[in-house]
């Protein structure tokens, strides 16, 4: 039987409670975010890019896009490689 979650949390964004192991949780700027859905912590984000410096958005921007680039590049090769040696 399973331990009952003791703490709770409180999502940031919408106020929801919900307990510790739930909800996403990630450090920025040195503080503890929690959010009780994916779908807050997007809110969050979308608002927190509204505050960025245009300049530095526009560099994180290019290398977030080159860095999936990359591996969308590497997925396809990889896939390429399984289909040849299955031939």
Same mark, same amino acid.
Do not use: W
């Given at each position: 039987?399973? +331990?009952?979650? &003791?703490? $709770? #949390?409180? *999502? #940031? @964004? *919408?106020?929801?409670i919900f307990f510790e192991g739930q909800g996403i949780k990630l450090v920025l700027?040195?503080? /503890?975010? =929690? %959010? =009780?859905?994916? $779908? *807050? +912590?997007?809110?969050?984000?979308?608002?927190? @890019?509204?505050?960025?410096?245009?300049?530095?958005? /526009?560099?994180?921007? +290019? $290398? &977030?896009?080159? !860095? %999936?680039?990359?591996?969308?590049? /590497?997925? !396809? !090769?990889?896939?390429?490689?399984? #289909? /040849?040696? #299955?031939?």
């Amino acid at each position: 039987m399973r +331990a009952l979650p &003791t703490k $709770s #949390i409180r *999502c #940031i @964004v *919408c106020n929801r409670i919900f307990f510790e192991g739930q909800g996403i949780k990630l450090v920025l700027g040195g503080r /503890e975010l =929690h %959010f =009780h859905s994916k $779908s *807050c +912590a997007l809110k969050f984000f979308k608002n927190m @890019v509204l505050y960025l410096d245009q300049k530095d958005l /526009e560099k994180a921007v +290019a $290398s &977030t896009v080159k !860095e %999936f680039e990359q591996r969308i590049k /590497e997925l !396809e !090769e990889k896939s390429k490689k399984n #289909i /040849e040696s #299955i031939r």
